[in-house]
């Protein structure tokens, strides 16, 4: 049998008509949006489906959103008969993969996302905080420009996504000053189009108040295991509350994890809307990939995929 990590997109990944086909073509997905519906008491599906972008991209909106997506894919292709050995999820998305693993329930989980993400928008004000792409360095460079920005105010990595990209987080005149060190370097910064400074210090009080939300949730046992941001390892019950704190202000060590779980995986596939972790896998661990799943369209594709690759003679590391 093969052995799959599923992974979950984050926030970013939102566009209007995701959904829609799979729970036109589904009963498990529609019921998934239902679900997700009843316990907001906010038509996340109306949005999802036929809504407009604005109010999508609201963050109390998005994260529920991406996680009720993700989760209505993650039903469809257990329907079809797809088990995983290990998930993971970026930022998000790792709420999404507890989800699937059975440590809460979809309606807890998109309680809780929707409170994180208050927490989130609330917790810098508006202009303070920046986040930029780099790109075409190694870490260690990355990482020197940030301690030299120091002096400018708050500034670390954020994500480590894949071999030469990360993404930088913090006071925005640390990030620009960040990055004035790293284009010298010659490197490519980018600035992105986000109000909350993800994955840096400056969320370290919004991340207790989290702390506070999550102590109200009853975490029951994982049926297959989940991969932190925080460590690229697996998480584990006791540790969960820690973790996922410390996951707010700390950064995201994507392209360990997607190294870890390519050592104990034949294959990754993704679980939600958008290609972006697909993108990510191919630039870390790329005859690991299978696809990506969103649609019927995509669905149909990874499936045909799989019952090739389980065929008798056939080498994942022959496939991309």
């Known amino acids: 049998m093969l052995r799959l990590a599923i992974l979950f997109p984050g926030q970013g990944a939102q566009y209007i008509g995701m959904g829609r086909d799979l729970a036109r073509e589904f009963a498990v997905a529609r019921e998934v949006f239902q679900r997700a519906d009843d316990a907001l008491g906010v038509k996340l599906s109306r949005i999802c489906f036929a809504g407009e972008q604005p109010d999508l991209d609201r963050t109390e909106i998005t994260q529920p959103a991406v996680l009720t997506v993700s989760i209505a894919v993650w039903e469809v292709l257990k329907q079809k008969g797809v088990n995983a050995e290990i998930a993971a999820g970026l930022s998000l998305g790792e709420y999404s993969a507890l989800v ?3 440590a809460i329930d979809l309606e807890t989980g998109v309680r809780l996302v929707a409170g994180r993400a208050k927490i989130m928008q ?11 792409a780099v790109l075409g360095l190694a870490d260690e460079v990355v990482e020197e420009a940030c301690k030299k920005a120091g002096s400018a105010g708050e500034v670390g990595i954020a994500n480590y996504n894949c071999p030469g990209q990360m993404v930088i987080s913090g006071e925005k005149a640390a990030v620009l000053e960040a990055g004035r060190y790293l284009q010298k370097a010659g490197g490519r910064f980018v600035p992105l189009k986000v109000s909350v400074p993800s994955h840096s210090r400056l969320m370290a009080e919004a991340a207790e108040e ?8 009853e975490w029951g046992e994982m049926s297959f295991p989940v991969i932190s941001n925080v460590t690229a390892r697996e998480l584990d019950c006791e540790e969960l509350e820690q973790r996922l704190v410390e996951q707010l202000y700390r950064p995201v060590r994507w392209q360990q994890s997607i190294e870890y779980m390519s050592s104990r995986v034949d294959y990754f596939i993704e679980a939600g809307p958008g290609r972006t972790l697909s993108g990510l896998v191919k630039k870390t661990s790329r005859h690991h990939l299978i696809g990506s799943v969103e649609d019927p369209g995509t669905l149909a594709q990874v499936m045909k995929k799989l019952g090739e690759a389980g065929r008798p003679g056939n080498n994942p590391e022959n496939k991309s």
């Open 210 to 217: 989290l702390r506070t939300e999550i102590r109200k949730v």
């Open 100 to 102: 699937a693993a059975g």
């Open 122 to 132: 609330e917790a810098v004000p508006e202009g303070r905080g920046m986040m930029a």
